[in-house]
Each structure stands twice: as C-alpha cells, then as structure tokens.
C-alpha cells in the first residue's frame, strides 16, 4: 500500500508584473492561440497530416 499523505489547502501566490511584461505575455498567447488555430486547420484539411515548420517571430 502506499504512503497517505494529509492534504493541504490550495495557497495563492501573488507576483508582481510590469506593464510591458503583461503586453508582451498577452502578444505571445495571441500568436499560440493563431498558430494553434492554423495547425487545427491543416490537421482538417489533410486526409494523411503532415508536420510543417511554423516560423514565429521571436517577441522583444
């Protein structure tokens, strides 16, 4: 049998963000968000999928 283990409360961590992080995190979400929307159409579109290289734009 193995170990029982108490079961401790969910903890909130609270961080601080700069403004400019924030927007740059959000641009980067959208672009995933896109390519993943893009990849999900070509899975649909092709009978046999095939892997295509997705050029991102690095975020600075």
Excluded: H, S
């Excluded at 283990?5 to 609270?14: F, R």
């Amino acid at each position: 049998m193995g170990t029982v283990y108490a079961v401790q409360p969910a903890q909130t961590l609270y961080v601080t963000i700069r403004r400019d992080e924030l927007r740059q995190l959000k641009d980067e979400r959208d672009q995933l968000k896109l390519e993943l929307a893009q990849l999900r159409l070509q899975l649909n579109e092709n009978a046999a999928p095939t892997l295509t290289a997705v050029q991102r734009t690095p975020l600075t």
